[in-house]
């Protein structure tokens, strides 16, 4: 894990040639404090080089309880982009369509979801749940996904000690206090039943 201080214009971290910058990342969300994955800005990186001209962000990071997506939205876990609100319905389908074939992102969703704008990530992992969402997510554990758990069980009170990206004893016992109060199976491990209470609970 890796910390940045960067103002609204710089760069995001790992971002070449200003392509991506801390506003157009943060978007609309209020947060202070953003987090990301190297392989989704390196993706961005490699998908930028191959789209060679200037790409619109309409959205990008929200922190859970900021809302505006979905209950397990990678957009949570800083990964997800959506793009090209500026274009017009032929240069969209161009986009998602390079977007597809480039191999760059994990998932790019289809137009019938998103017709005025592209959507695609960098998730990592095998959902929890079958349906999709965040993979499942233990003790030992780091990255984005052990953010979005850690802020969620502070917003609703249940402290981590931090919001670090790691998974350690103090997280653990958060979890675990999470799962005795809300009567699912109690055993320190984020999976689906997990995943799908807490962030029911936080995103607005």
């Given at each position: 894990?890796?910390t940045y ?5 710089e760069?995001?971290?790992?971002i070449?040639?200003?392509?991506l910058?801390v506003?157009?990342?943060r978007?609309?969300s ?11 800005m390196?993706s961005?990186?490699?998908?930028r080089?191959?789209y060679?001209?200037?790409i619109y962000?309409g959205?990008?990071?929200?922190r ?6 979905g209950?397990m ?14 274009l017009n ?6 986009m998602?369509s390079?977007?597809s074939?480039?191999g760059?992102w994990?998932?790019?969703?289809p ?5 005025t704008?592209?959507?695609f990530?960098r ?9 999709g969402?965040?993979p499942l997510?233990?003790r ?22 931090g919001?670090?990206g790691?998974f350690?004893?103090g997280?653990?016992?958060?979890v675990?206090?999470y799962q ?15 995943w ?7 995103v607005?």
């Open positions: 894990m890796e201080y960067r103002a609204e214009n760069a995001m971290p790992y070449t040639g200003n392509t910058t506003r157009e990342f978007g609309s209020k947060s202070d404090l953003l987090w990301t994955e190297l392989r989704a390196q961005w990186n490699n998908f080089r191959l060679g001209r200037a962000v959205y990008a990071f929200k859970p309880w900021e809302g505006g997506h209950l939205s990678q957009h949570y876990a800083g990964v997800a982009f959506d793009v090209g609100q500026n319905n032929t240069q969209r389908a161009e998602r390079l977007a074939r480039s760059f994990s998932y790019v969703e137009v019938s979801l998103t017709p704008w592209v959507h990530d998730r990592r992992g095998t959902p929890a749940c079958p349906e969402g965040y997510t233990r030992g554990n780091l990255g984005a996904y052990v953010l979005v758990l850690q802020d969620s069980l502070n917003r609703l009170g249940y402290a981590t000690g919001i670090d790691v350690g004893a997280t653990e016992a958060a675990r206090a005795a109060n809300r009567r699912i199976g109690v055993d320190g491990v984020v999976g689906c039943k997990t799908s209470s807490l962030m029911a609970q936080v607005v």
